[in-house]
């Protein structure tokens, strides 16, 4: 009798440790899979950095003389990507801000693209495709995603913090014809990305009255920044970490345009 309780306590063990074998090898598989999807997606990341490196070393100048101490060598960058139309650089902050535009006729192909047409979820800083590409219109858009690596647009949601923007309150574009274009921010915040944020073809005045006070409103705070009708803006738009509904907007009022020699 006693062999046979001994016999049933062994088979229940061997039984407890084929399932504890076949649970770990299970959580290993699952650990094996995750440390994958990982390195896939940072890889991504840094296979992206290196890149936007390479072109900044490639096109970029910081070494002028007087005040022109930025300028962007756009043939360099055309002759990479015929889609180039401009370069964004926020200075001092966020210094990691600094990436050519491209535009093409949609909205997605330079989601999952680079700068050199490469495959990679950075994707590209570009412009809205129904724009212009002379950053001329009332309203146009400028759109990158948020990084986890900090990287793109990442670090626009540092707007809505007010400090933030009292100590950075600028960003520029430049132009293949040769334009410096200054921007003064003048609102900031998280909006639905279905709201009248992203309009940019206006009927007449009124309309366009009417949107400028309620982008406004829509900002984080009042930085007392005043835009009239008459005045041309630039929206940058990025994904927030809140929401797959939500947006982070930073919208600059065209304040000045020099042509650099």
Known sequence: MKEEKSHK???????GGAVSTIILVIALAVFCFSAYQLYGI???????QKEYDKIRELAVDEEGEGENTFRVNFDELKAINPDTVGWLRFDPEPSQINYPLVQTDNN??????????N???VGAIFVNYINHPDFNDKNTIIY??????NSMFHELEKYQDKSFWEEN???YIYTPDGREITYHIFSA?????VSETYVTEFNNQEEFDNFL???????AYDTGVKVYGTDVIVTLSTCTKESDDNRMVVRGVKESEKTLN
Not at 42 to 48: D, E, I, L, P
Not at 144 to 149: A, C, E, P, T, V
Request: charged share 35%; hydrophobic share 30%.
């Open 213 to 219: 006070k309620a982008i406004q409103i829509a900002s």
């Open 144 to 149: 990158g995603h948020r990084m986890k690596d």
């Open 169 to 171: 309150q600028y960003f």
């Open 189 to 193: 915040g998280i909006v639905k990305d």
């Open 108 to 117: 997605d192909l330079y989601l999952s693209k680079t700068f050199s047409a």
């Open 9 to 15: 306590r062994g088979r229940k063990k061997k039984r």
């Open 42 to 48: 940072f890889g991504g990341y840094f296979k992206g």
């Open 119 to 121: 495959e990679n979820t």
